[in-house]
């Protein structure tokens, strides 16, 4: 199935926060307040969320996570409304039917990519 249907079918999608729905890694409390969004990403959640990126297709429930310290609950909240990201948010990846993430290496790649040599 390749990333477009996957996205299509999924009915939950969870996002990573940093160098995912922000452009930066955030290890500290100022980090978290004065990150970059990815206004673009946002958007396209928004889409996915609403049902409005395909015809037919109807809405996606999204999950934000991050493996941030807990210890910056507060900031990454503020920052998440202060950016309209107004989706519930995860401390921890959970499962899910898609991922967006900085860090994901799809096992496909891997086969295709990797072991085939």
Not at 78 to 90: G, L
Request: aromatic fraction near 10%; charged fraction near 30%.
């Amino acid at each position: 199935m390749n990333k477009i249907e996957l996205l299509k079918n999924a009915k939950i999608i969870h996002c990573d926060l940093d160098k995912t729905l922000c452009f930066e890694d955030c290890w500290t409390a100022e980090e978290c307040l004065n990150a970059t969004p990815n206004k673009k990403l946002i958007d396209l959640l928004y889409k996915l969320q609403y049902g409005t990126m395909w015809e037919g297709i109807g809405p996606k429930i999204i999950v934000v996570y991050t493996a941030r310290r807990i210890d910056f609950a507060k900031e990454t909240l503020e920052w998440c409304q202060k950016h309209n990201v107004s989706w519930p948010i995860s401390f921890k990846k959970i499962p899910t039917d898609v991922y967006i993430d900085d860090k994901a290496l799809n096992i496909e790649d891997v086969n295709d990519e990797l072991l085939a040599e």
